[in-house]
């Protein structure tokens, strides 16, 4: 079985400064891992995925994460944030051999202006 | 990636009645899912679907409840029936397959009174 613990429910930032936003996940299979977005009132969009190879994946809008095996973890970052970055983030992992995703409980981002 | 059109976007329905969904996809896709997201919660997978076969239900999710039709390899709906209040939520389908990476439609919000 496979599972996701994001911590925080809910993240306030300031406008222009970094965030992170973490994310572990548990399996006892080799794993591969999603970054999703929601707007409010709309769908889920990919932010950016980890499959294999180099840690530190790049995805759209400036957002970044980086997959370290050891701590099971998959924290996505972002150096400057802005307000058009208000949404609900979640953290997704799916095994190879198996279709289905298993999503964490979504981290609220907030940024004040 | 695919493009999927989901609709209806919103409804307000009678509690005991049922709406059904629908999700259509721009290419053929072998595997379709479909996903609830409670108020403020994460998305639980309900069930999966793969043309000329039957859908293949998550734990806590049965058929009677959540009939789901898989015509073809573009189209597939979604039946909630004697709806109540609880059922109330955002209701999503997807695409993909594995490390390939998942699409979301835009997503079904329904208010059952």
């Known amino acids: 079985a496979q599972s996701v613990t994001q911590l925080d429910s809910q993240v306030p930032v300031f406008e222009e400064a970094p965030v992170e936003l973490r994310c572990n996940y548990s399996?006892?299979?080799?794993?591969?891992l999603f970054w999703y977005v929601q707007y409010p009132n709309q769908g889920l969009q990919l932010l950016l995925k980890?499959?294999?190879?180099?840690?530190l994946v790049k995805g759209i809008n400036g957002f970044e994460a980086e997959f370290n095996k050891s701590q099971t973890s998959f924290h996505l970052r972002k150096p400057s944030v802005h307000i058009s970055d208000t949404a609900e983030y979640f953290c997704?992992?799916?095994?190879?051999?198996?279709?289905?995703?298993?999503f964490g409980t979504g981290t609220r981002l907030t940024i004040i202006p | 990636s695919a493009v999927i059109s989901q609709k209806p976007s919103r409804d307000i329905c009678q509690r005991g009645t049922s709406l059904t969904i629908q999700c259509q996809v721009d290419?053929?896709?072998?595997?379709m899912f479909w996903y609830r997201q409670q108020p403020g919660q994460s998305l639980t997978l309900i069930a999966t679907?793969?043309?000329?076969?039957?859908?293949?239900?998550e734990s806590g999710f049965v058929i009677d409840k959540f009939p789901i039709s898989r015509p073809n390899l573009t189209f597939s709906t979604l039946t909630v029936s004697n709806m109540s209040p609880e059922d109330s939520s955002i209701y999503l389908c997807?695409?993909?397959?594995?490390?390939?990476?998942?699409?979301f439609g835009s997503g079904t919000r329904l208010t059952v009174v």
């Open positions: 997704a992992v799916g095994n190879f051999g198996n279709e289905k995703l298993t």
């Open positions: 679907a793969n043309q000329g076969s039957e859908a293949t239900y």
């Open positions: 290419s053929q896709v072998t595997m």
């Open positions: 980890y499959l294999s190879g180099s840690t």
């Open positions: 997807s695409v993909g397959q594995g490390s390939y990476g998942y699409t």
């Open positions: 399996s006892s299979v080799s794993v591969y």
